[in-house]
């Protein structure tokens, strides 16, 4: 089921999406074959419903090869936070969703 809260981001709208967003932003860098990504993606869902300060951006690294090596992306799930522009947190590997709204209020505090 797809989240209209999320948005999905590609190599070609990672600027627009991302860097140039007006409040900060929480990316789920995943890939469809990967079993971690997909048991945190609840956790994403849930987050994006409940948590209108932020916007919530998923980036698929098979399909968008230039943001992974942008942000040296090893291992997935990788979680980053942007704001204005700029990588202010990240964190590899599942989560609780307790853990992972720890992660983004002490990312954006």
Same mark, same amino acid.
């Given at each position: /089921?797809?989240?209209? $809260?999320?948005?999905? *981001? ?12 007006? $409040?900060? *932003?929480? *990316?789920?860098?995943? @890939?469809?074959?990967? +079993?971690?990504? #997909? @048991? ?10 409940? #948590? !209108?300060?932020? $916007?919530?951006? $998923?980036? %698929? ?13 090893? !291992?997935?799930?990788? &979680? ?10 990240? #964190? *590899?590997?599942?989560? +609780?969703?307790?853990? /992972?709204? %720890? &992660?983004?209020?002490? @990312?954006?505090?």
């Amino acid at each position: /089921m797809a989240n209209d $809260k999320i948005t999905n *981001v590609t190599d070609a709208t990672l600027e627009a999406e991302i860097l140039k967003a007006d $409040k900060p *932003v929480l *990316v789920d860098f995943w @890939a469809t074959w990967c +079993g971690p990504c #997909r @048991a945190m993606a609840p956790i994403i869902d849930e987050i994006a419903e409940d #948590r !209108s300060d932020i $916007k919530v951006c $998923k980036i %698929d690294v098979d399909e968008n090869p230039l943001a992974s090596t942008q942000y040296g992306i090893m !291992s997935i799930p990788c &979680f980053m936070v942007f704001n204005n522009g700029q990588v202010v947190s990240q #964190r *590899v590997g599942t989560t +609780g969703k307790a853990e /992972m709204l %720890d &992660f983004i209020d002490t @990312a954006i505090a």
